[in-house]
């Protein structure tokens, strides 16, 4: 089973490295285009884009990322969580804030942008352009929420680099479908051993990747990358509930 | 600029009526392999997928989202977010929870999950084949949680249902760009007189919108949807915590 889309999304990897240019204006307007026409939750339209074109705010989010290639060549976008429109609507409607408040809410929202950045990413891949998505501005949240003026209820779930790309990595092993996948029922059961093969996978790609010499396995990076973070990771639910979103 | 990715993305519509058929093998392994293939925030890998078989557990998962089309012609996956796999490997590592309960790393799993969705759905659709999310099974997100035996870390996000399609329905127009997308800083203005011409839009689409004779705007759903929801909706940050999860 082949075509064009399919050969991009089983084929995907993250490109970190990208050629000292922008995107064209075609480019940008069809990935605008792209984003509006995503799948959003019982059509409430909760997510909103900020392409980030200023020298000194891409340089201050680089700085939040710590990571050299944010907001350098290519083009800078950031995918909002955005209640506040709707809120403003209801408002202007003479209607309370409702539900707008509250968790599941929230997690529509979140979808909305989430499955918003995704077609964006396969849109640009599409067109030749490599991407990364950046998790990374949760740094610190409060950060991003300032630089962006960002108003209450809304939140800057996730950024996205797009570029040229200017290297060829590697796939990324994945884990095995049978961890993954499962028919009407979760199964309960993975034993460390049953990894052992995935493990040496990863460990003879970290060992291949000539970016990095770090030889690892992925149940070494799973008890090792979840024990501490940066001291502001531990603030987004406070973040969060400042923003008035999560509160019941 | 077009090429059959594009194509896609820029003319995809929700599917609701599917001829009664199920997917073949070869559909089936090329969807899970591309949710293997999706994007994974620090690779953490914290989606899992199900795919939903059985007559009873589908018929009781369409009790639940009150669609009519949930588990009949066609497929059912949900897609898991999935911290548990995580919590297996690091006890059995001889490690702690670590950060496993927290906020940040719950945003991280459900990006992984709705990454994965998104891509699932684009995979089915290059195929021609269509496709819903059921962000209704958050109707009651515990007898979910039952039904596939869901372990505590664990939470059922979305549905997906995907079939042959049985419909051709127009795309539905979205919002403005102007509202939707902004540069360097978020733009606090939305007034209602500038969203008339998008209301007498959405107005019209529903007019002619042969399965539907509903007449509605944009702004009158958002004022009455978001007012008050079933009541198991409101208990869904409870089942959160319930699972262990969105603790700190």
């Known amino acids: ?148 003026n960002l108003p209450k209820m809304t939140f800057p779930l996730l950024g996205l680099q797009v570029g040229v790309p200017d290297q060829q990595p590697q796939i990324k092993p994945r884990l095995p479908l049978k961890f993954r996948t499962f028919e009407n029922q979760y199964d309960y059961h993975y034993e460390l051993a049953d990894l052992a093969d995935y493990d040496e996978q990863i460990h003879q790609y970290y060992d291949l990747r000539d970016t990095n010499r770090r030889v690892d396995t992925f149940t070494h990076q799973i008890a090792q990358k979840l024990t501490t973070s940066l001291a502001k990771r531990d603030q987004i639910l406070t973040v969060l509930h400042q923003q008035g979103l999560c509160l019941e």
């Open 1 to 148: 089973m082949e075509n064009p889309t399919l050969e991009l999304l089983l084929n995907r990897r993250t490109i970190r490295a990208f050629k000292p240019q922008t995107l064209t204006t075609e480019q940008l307007n069809t990935l605008m285009e792209v984003a509006r026409q995503a799948a959003t939750s019982t059509f409430l339209q909760q997510c909103s884009v900020i392409h980030v074109t200023d020298a000194q705010i891409r340089s201050q989010i680089r700085d939040i990322t710590t990571q050299s290639y944010v907001g350098a060549n290519g083009d800078l976008f950031i995918f909002v969580i955005d209640l506040y429109r709707n809120q403003q609507i209801r408002h202007q409607k003479g209607e309370t804030d409702g539900r707008l408040h509250a968790m599941d809410v929230f997690l529509q929202a979140m979808e909305d942008t989430v499955l918003t950045a995704q077609n964006v990413t396969t849109a640009a891949e599409s067109m030749g352009l490599g991407c990364v998505f950046l998790g990374s501005i949760q740094n610190d949240a409060q950060k991003m929420i300032e630089l962006l």
